[in-house]
Nanobody, 123 residues
């Protein structure tokens, strides 16, 4: 198991930027796939971006060109750089991690996730 702690959420105006961080601890020796999903009030969970152990990335269409996922393996930290934020990006953002066959599942199904960090974008 791996423990995940997110940080970096804040309230920003539309057009602004934020960088979310997700610090992993515990069993970090596995080749995890990791990612971010979000949930806005009254809405379902939406996968935002994921990164595989080989460094390849996948993004939701709604954030392509605006968000960048990356990881620093030496620091066991996952990042989400969010630029040109829009009010519709307002949500609780969660970091998630899993490995092997679980990597093909929805990020919200991953067995390891953090408590979330709130992002609010005002118009």
């Amino acid at each position: 198991q791996v423990q995940l702690v997110e940080s970096g959420g804040a309230s920003v105006p539309a057009g602004g930027s934020l960088r979310l961080s997700c610090k992993a601890s515990g069993d970090t020796s596995r080749n995890y796939c990791m990612g971010w999903f979000r949930q806005a009030p009254g809405k379902g969970r939406e996968g935002v971006a994921r990164i595989y152990s080989d460094g390849s990335t996948v993004y939701a269409d709604s954030v392509k060109g605006r968000f960048t996922i990356s990881k620093d393996s030496a620091k066991n930290t996952l990042y989400l750089q969010m630029n040109t934020l829009k009010p519709e990006d307002t949500a609780m953002y969660y970091c998630a991690a899993d490995f092997l066959g679980w990597c093909v599942r929805s990020l919200a199904e991953f067995r390891n996730r953090g408590q979330g960090t709130q992002v609010t974008v005002s118009s």
